[in-house]
T-cell receptor, first 117, second 107 residues
Framework: GAVVSQHPSRVICKSGTSVKIECRSL??????MFWYRQFPKQSLMLMAT?????????EQGVEKDKFLINHASLTLSTLTVTSAHPEDSSFYIC?????????????FGPGTRLTVL | GIQVEQSPPDLILQEGANSTLRCNFS?????LQWFHQNPWGQLINLFY???GTKQNGRLSATTVATERYSLLYISSSQTTDSGVYFC?????????FGKGTMLLVSP
C-alpha cells in the first residue's frame, strides 16, 4: 500500500518552455502533498507544500510564479515549471501523507528528471 | 529550523559486514523517517521511527528522542544495500532531510 506515482519519469525540454509534472497517490487519498527538488549528489530540499483545495505554501526562495502547483483532487497534485531554464534542470520528487492515519509518515514518488536544454 | 546531521558521509563495506548509520537532530521531533534512495532515485521507506526500536529483516532502527539521535543498523550487508541512506525529521509536517550516507557494498 501507500504507492505514489509520478509522470513523466524523465523529460527534456527547450529553454523557455513549460513542463507539467503529475503526482498521484494510487491507493490512498491525501489532503497534503509535498514537492522536493534534488540536485546531483545533494539532499532533498522542500520546495512547497500542496494542500487540496487551497493555495500551496512555498518555501523561502522558491518562486511561486515559476513553480505553479495545483492540488485539484485528493489523489493528484501537479507541478508546472514555467519558462524553464537550464538551471531548473533537476530531479523533482513528490510525496504524500495518507488521510486517516494517526501519524504523518510521508510516502514518495519515483521522481521526475527534468533536463532543460 | 531543525538541523539534521548524518554520519558517516560515506561508507564502504565488504558484503556480509554489519554497519551503523547515525542521525543527530537539533530539536524535538514528532516524525523521523529513514529512507534508502536506490540508484534510480526512488526513495524507499525503511522506518517511521520518532522513538523506540523497530526491526525489519536485516535492518533495524533505534531512536532516542530525549537525546536527539537515531541509529540505523544494517546486518549482513548485501550489494543491493548500496545507495544513499537519508534520515529526515519534522516537528509538525514538513520533513528536513540530512545530507545522507552513501553506502557502497562490494562483493
Amino acid at each position: 500500500g501507500a504507492v505514489v506515482s509520478q509522470h513523466p519519469s524523465r523529460v527534456i525540454c527547450k529553454s523557455g518552455t513549460s513542463v507539467k509534472i503529475e503526482c498521484r497517490s494510487l491507493d490512498f487519498q491525501a489532503t497534503t502533498m509535498f514537492w522536493y527538488r534534488q540536485f546531483p549528489k545533494q539532499s532533498l530540499m522542500l520546495m512547497a507544500t500542496s494542500n487540496e483545495g487551497s493555495k500551496a505554501t512555498y518555501e523561502q526562495g522558491v518562486e511561486k510564479d515559476k513553480f505553479l502547483i495545483n492540488h485539484a483532487s485528493l489523489t493528484l497534485s501537479t507541478l508546472t515549471v514555467t519558462s524553464a531554464h537550464p538551471e531548473d534542470s533537476s530531479f523533482y520528487i513528490c510525496s504524500a501523507i495518507p488521510i486517516g492515519i494517526s501519524y504523518n509518515e510521508q510516502f514518495f514518488g519515483p521522481g521526475t528528471r527534468l533536463t532543460v536544454l | 529550523g531543525i538541523q539534521v546531521e548524518q554520519s558517516p558521509p560515506d561508507l564502504i563495506l565488504q558484503e556480509g559486514a554489519n554497519s551503523t548509520l547515525r542521525c543527530n537532530f537539533s530539536d524535538s521531533v514528532n516524525n523521523l523517517q529513514w529512507f534508502h534512495q536506490n540508484p534510480w532515485g526512488q526513495l524507499i521507506n525503511l522506518f517511521y521511527i520518532p522513538s523506540g526500536t523497530k526491526q525489519n529483516g536485516r535492518l533495524s532502527a533505534t531512536t532516542v528522542a530525549t537525546e536527539r539521535y537515531s541509529l540505523l543498523y544494517i546486518s549482513s550487508s548485501q550489494t543491493t544495500d548500496s545507495g544513499v541512506y537519508f534520515c529526515a525529521v519534522s516537528g509538525y509536517s514538513t520533513l528536513t532531510f540530512g545530507k545522507g550516507t552513501m553506502l557502497l557494498v562490494s562483493p
